[in-house]
């Protein structure tokens, strides 16, 4: 779908942006790529990987309306998926958090309006279901934006959708690589925040290929939810180190124990299809009528149940001690 079309990611220098290019020149034909983000170092690195003619590097903030809207122009479709993400870092300068996950994500549906740009897909977090920390509450308030804009864009403008998903193996900041640097430091004991954590799990390139598919099925207003296994925390110490030796550092600041995708509040607004859910707009597109239970594909969902929850501590996919082991493998 990409073939001879524009695409911009903003926060493209990240683990998603990578990956999403690499997948991308090698499937896809795109007339343009481009990787809008703040960090000139990050940019003049990701050139020396990825400089096929169709590249297109953007120095700027999505802090920045008008800098977004000179990125925009002649744009297809955007994945936006810059934003402050280290959960302690959030708890201990808040607002810094809000102006780029919220303030940011306003802009950047201000100026795909403006330039009319077709489809918009942001990217969420588990997190943002049931908020207990400020960067989930964040995500939170960027994804009810994304879900709104499909009334501020009007009948013939842009369509917003929200992809939310879990933790991403190996990306930066994670607990993998974390894990992976001490381990090479020849660290044997691996610090835990709590035995009993739970998490949802997906590699990079599942990522990418949901977020790609997602493009194809939106309507605009969906919130879309892989369904993908959980890791329970010792398990995957013992599938790194071969033991569950560990020593308990406690929950740091805004911290789950667990973390949930659709929350059971948000049942009645719940579909599941075949590989994933939709959480459905709660609130009415005054221009248009959608029936979210058949996408763009043809794919059908049904209604979950009422009672219906979707929570890393109660999947029925756990992953094993030996998938973990392989899953590490294909990931370094």
């Known amino acids: 779908m990409f073939a001879n079309k ?113 489809r918009v897909i942001a990217l969420s ?14 995500k939170l308030a960027s994804d009810k934006l994304f879900v709104a804009a499909n009334n501020m864009s009007g009948a013939s403008g842009p369509r917003f959708s929200v992809v939310r998903y879990g933790n991403v193996v190996g990306s930066r900041g994670s607990v993998v690589p974390f894990y992976r640097k001490l381990l090479a430091e020849g660290k044997s004991c691996l610090p835990v925040t709590h035995a009993e954590m739970t998490r949802f799990w997906i590699t990079l390139e599942e990522g990418v290929e949901f977020v790609i598919k997602n493009f194809q099925r939106m309507h605009g207003g969906e919130i879309f939810v892989p369904k993908i296994p959980s890791i329970r925390i010792l398990d995957l110490v013992e599938a790194m180190t071969g033991k569950r030796e560990h020593h308990i550092i406690g929950i740091r600041p805004g911290e789950k124990l667990h973390e949930v995708m659709v929350p059971e509040e948000m049942a009645h607004h719940s579909l599941e ?59 370094l």
């Open 273 to 331: 299809f075949d590989n994933h859910f939709v959480i459905t707009p709660a609130i009415k597109f005054f221009d248009k009528t959608v029936n979210y239970k058949i996408n763009k594909l043809g794919e059908t969902g049904k209604p979950v149940t009422d009672k219906f929850e979707y929570h890393s501590g109660t999947n029925p996919h756990f992953l094993s001690v030996e998938e973990l082991r392989e899953l590490d493998k294909i990931t």
């Open 6 to 118: 524009s695409i911009l990611i903003t926060g493209g220098t990240g683990s998603f942006g990578k990956r999403f290019v690499s997948h991308l020149l090698k499937h896809d034909t795109p007339r343009k790529l481009i990787i809008y983000s703040r960090d000139e170092l990050k940019q003049f690195e990701m050139q020396q990987q990825f400089d096929a003619s169709c590249m297109r590097y953007f120095i700027g903030d999505v802090r920045d309306v008008n800098r977004l809207k000179s990125a925009m122009k002649d744009v297809d479709y955007v994945i936006h998926a810059a934003a402050l993400k280290q959960v302690p870092a959030a708890e201990y300068n808040p607002n810094e958090c809000i102006k780029t996950n919220i303030n940011g994500a306003q802009n950047v549906i201000d100026a795909a309006i403006e330039t009319n740009v077709r």
């Open 125 to 138: 977090t588990d997190k943002a279901a049931n908020p207990v920390n400020l960067y989930g509450a964040t």
